[in-house]
């Protein structure tokens, strides 16, 4: 029998979501997005790039319209308090310092409890190679969230009147092929396929499955897959780190 995963922590009230592109949190997190808003939790999203070379047919300009007009709709079917983005270009971030500076600015911005990543490793579940947006925005969020609160590290943020934030209790990557905890999402699920096919720009152009039929099966085998390991409960689930 397959480790079972641990629940998610609940004593926590705001969250701040980081992701490289549009869609990147409503492949999975998204649902439990939908749960936590019902609870009366916060959570703000914050996206690196606006997703402008994720759609072969769309020269960027055009795509980075659409794609951040469907990520704020997206956004509001599961009760996200806020979109920004940081404007980066698509398929071409680097991790450093730069980066790193932006995640610990929103965290200072925001103060969150609760900071949400997609996956940071090399691959994904099943062995897949992950992309170098992914892995350079997790890896940049895990550390950020330590530089936001020491007021050493980026001293000029607090100059811009962002005092050192050290309140984040937890770091929850989505997506990670290591998964610690989980949570039962299945009050999200309807929301999150909805908030999925707000990207239908994006899924038309990903796959010639219908874009109903696709994101339904794609959100409900992944939350099955979870129930596997977390007691028989649809879920999504997260590799947690603890400060």
């Known amino acids: 029998m397959a480790e079972q995963l641990a629940p ?9 979501a980081v992701a490289a592109h549009p ?15 019902d609870e009366g939790r916060e959570c703000t999203y914050l996206l690196a790039t606006f997703g402008e070379a994720g759609i072969d047919t769309l020269a960027p300009q055009e795509a980075a319209e659409l ?28 991790y450093g310092m730069a980066l790193r500076r932006e995640v610990a600015a929103a ?11 997609l996956n940071h490793h090399d691959t994904w579940p099943g062995g897949s190679w992950n992309t170098p947006d992914h892995r350079a925005v997790g890896r940049a969020v895990l550390d950020a969230v330590g530089d936001a609160g ?5 001293p000029d943020l607090a100059e811009d009147g962002l005092a050192p934030w050290n309140g984040v209790r937890y770091v929850a990557v989505a997506g990670s092929p290591t998964p610690t905890h ?3 999402a299945g009050a999200g699920l309807e929301r999150a396929v909805q908030s999925l096919l707000c990207h239908r720009t994006y899924i038309e152009a990903l796959t010639d499955e219908p874009p109903e039929q696709y994101c339904r099966r794609f959100l409900e085998g992944g939350m099955a897959a979870v129930a596997e390991r977390f007691g028989g409960c649809p879920g999504v689930a997260f590799e947690l780190f603890t400060r």
């Open 107 to 117: 965290v200072r911005r925001h103060r969150p409890e609760l900071v949400l990543t």
């Open 67 to 94: 794609r951040e007009a469907e990520q704020r709709a997206s956004a509001v079917v599961v009760g996200a308090t806020a979109v920004e983005f940081l404007g980066h270009t698509d398929g071409v971030l680097e």
């Open 23 to 37: 869609d990147d949190l409503e492949y999975g997190a998204a649902a439990a997005v939908a749960v936590w808003s």
């Open 150 to 154: 020491n007021r050493w590290i980026f």
């Open 182 to 184: 989980a949570m039962d």
């Open 8 to 16: 998610m922590p609940t004593d926590w009230r705001r969250a701040l």
